[in-house]
T-cell receptor, first 114, second 113 residues
Framework: DTAVSQTPKYLVTQMGNDKSIKCEQNLGHDTMYWYKQDSKKFLKIMFSYNNKELIINETVPNRFSPKSPDKAHLNLHINSLELGDSAVYFC?????????????FGPGTRLTVL | KQEVTQIPAALSVPEGENLVLNCSFTDSAIYNLQWFRQDPGKGLTSLLLIQSSQREQTSGRLNASLDKSSGRSTLYIAASQPGDSATYLCAYAGGTSYGKLTFGQGTILTVHP
């Protein structure tokens, strides 16, 4: 199936740990995004990469570091996890970084920090 | 500050009703607007994408309109079914956002048999 996939689907961890979430798309897109959906269901963009280069960084703490090994993958590494990091993280992709392009979303990763 | 407001926050209707979900936005220079559906514990499914040059888009029982001058979009669902129950989100890409979508907080729709 052509899609945006994320692993893991669920992640439960202790405060202070470091964790990574992986995202892959096989749609042939060159732009990928990370969004965060908080407990109030509000979705906000965190990062955007185009052809492995950072395009958008929306005032996200330095503990969050995206890594794009190639244009089909955008992973999110989080250091020193805090309680407030608990949320659902969505990966998305589009063809091109133009604002005209439709975005396709992955199924989300629910992160719970205890 | 870019903002998106969705009204109503929640809606409960009997099966078969036609209904309208509203979305308003503050950015006058939008590039496109997308309507998404989110089922509990699931990801976002794109329903309709309206480019800034378009007035409306249709897919099956869904019709979305866009009025840039008033900063509004509506999603019309005809002959609602229990399977339509979900959260509906609108989001727009605007200005020099390089594809960044700004989301509303959604309308929770419940269609009961």
């Amino acid at each position: 199936d052509t899609a945006v996939s994320q692993t893991p689907k669920y992640l439960v961890t202790q405060m202070g740990n470091d964790k990574s979430i992986k995202c892959e798309q096989n749609l042939g897109h060159d732009t990928m995004y990370w969004y965060k959906q908080d407990s109030k269901k509000f979705l906000k963009i965190m990062f955007s990469y185009n052809n492995k280069e950072l395009i958008i960084n929306e005032t996200v703490p330095n503990r969050f570091s995206p890594k794009s090994p190639d244009k089909a993958h955008l992973n999110l590494h989080i250091n020193s996890l805090e309680l407030g990091d608990s949320a659902v993280y969505f990966c998305a992709s589009s063809q091109g970084q133009s604002s005209y392009n439709e975005q396709f979303f992955g199924p989300g990763t629910r992160l719970t920090v205890l | 500050k870019q903002e998106v407001t969705q009204i109503p926050a929640a809606l409960s209707v009997p099966e078969g009703e036609n209904l309208v979900l509203n979305c308003s936005f503050t950015d006058s220079a939008i590039y496109n607007l997308q309507w998404f559906r989110q089922d509990p514990g699931k990801g976002l499914t794109s329903l309709l994408l309206i480019q800034s040059s378009q007035r409306e888009q249709t897919s099956g029982r869904l019709n979305a309109s866009l009025d840039k001058s008033s900063g509004r979009s509506t999603l019309y669902i005809a002959a609602s079914q229990p399977g339509d129950s979900a959260t509906y989100l609108c989001a727009y890409a605007g200005g020099t956002s390089y594809g960044k979508l700004t989301f509303g907080q959604g309308t929770i729709l419940t269609v009961h048999p």
